[in-house]
């Protein structure tokens, strides 16, 4: 009996760090997830998450290949293997790639998750038959995965697609980059509840929200409020959707994108985000660009998503061999 192959797709969080088998149409055969103990080295890390997919795929060999491995990470490098001082992970600068040969033979590719999240859009989600987008990562931060002519764009030094890190205001938020008034201060969930808690000061909006402690309070808790009619929770999301409409609507201008796909935890508020921010990004548009750029939700599944993402990048580096 002829074998399938399979990719292995990892996600590496700060928590957690997953691992699924993924076929070339974006099936997952297997999953599981470890905890990353981000306090601890790559190499344990590595060295835990391999025991775990050679003894997950033992149970698998009789009717599988395994053809390759994609990792999605913070701070990859696409081009040298490396994951850059990665927030959250007390790793320094570790190349991952190089890292990885000690378990494993298999070709081996990594970049960051939001750059994993559009090739997985392109290959099994909202972007198929696809060849210029834009993937919007709405969790903690704002990622971004840019795609020009089906290639991933990448840029000279491999960190390209920083449109989170564009600047909304000079003299705005302060940022976990060092700066202030970075997008995802503003369009992010961490963004979002700030922004409730400004309206929650400057405005006499009735809302259950105010009954919320800064450290308890998330994004599915705005949204719920939001889809209740509550005044507050709209307008948060109003003023987010405001400020990603007119970045989003520059980036337009850069490239000429046939959709952005929105995708993360605040975007599975749905019409709630993709609306106002449809609106106020035709707004802001160029005349030439009005009416061409939809904006669409992920169709990646939420739980397997970032598997996905990272199965997917090796197999499309795979389909660029043959």
Not at 76 to 93: F, M
Request: hydrophobic share 40%; aromatic share 8%.
């Amino acid at each position: 009996m002829k074998k399938t192959n399979l990719t292995v797709g990892i996600d590496v969080g700060g928590t957690n760090t997953s691992f699924g088998f993924v076929s070339d149409d974006g099936k997952i055969v297997f999953e599981k997830s470890i905890p990353t103990f981000a306090e601890q080295s790559a190499e344990q890390l590595f060295s835990r998450l391999f025991k775990e997919v050679d003894s997950s795929y033992k149970k698998l060999a009789n009717k599988y290949n395994l053809a390759g491995i994609g990792i999605g990470a913070p701070n990859a490098n696409y081009y040298k293997g490396t994951v850059e001082l990665p927030p959250n992970l007390n790793w320094g600068t570790v190349n991952v790639i190089k890292l990885i040969k000690k378990y494993s033979l298999l070709p081996a590719v990594i970049t960051n998750d939001a750059n994993a999240a559009a090739i997985g859009e392109m290959l099994f989600g909202a972007a198929k038959e696809m060849k210029n987008f834009i993937v919007i990562t709405l969790g903690t931060g704002l990622g971004s995965g840019i795609v020009v002519n089906g290639e991933l764009v990448y840029g000279h030094d491999g960190f390209a697609g920083e449109i989170g890190h564009t600047i909304v205001n000079p003299n705005g938020r302060d940022c976990g980059c060092g700066r202030r008034g970075c997008l995802e201060t503003y369009a992010s969930a961490t963004g979002i509840c700030r922004t409730v808690f400004e309206l929650i000061c400057n405005t006499n909006l009735e809302s259950i929200l105010r009954k919320k402690n800064y450290q308890d309070l998330n994004a599915r808790q705005i949204s719920d409020a939001a889809k209740k009619g509550d005044k507050l929770a709209l307008e948060a999301f109003d003023y987010t959707a405001k400020v990603l409409g007119l970045k989003l609507a520059d980036s337009v201008a850069h490239l000429s994108p046939q959709a952005i796909i929105l995708f993360g935890g605040l975007a599975l508020a749905g019409e709630l985000i993709i609306k106002p921010t449809k609106t106020y990004m035709e707004n802001y548009l160029l005349n030439i660009f009005k009416g061409k750029v939809k904006i669409l939700p992920s169709k990646l599944p939420g739980n397997y998503a970032a598997i996905l993402g990272a199965g997917a990048l090796i197999w499309n580096e795979l389909k660029k061999v043959k």
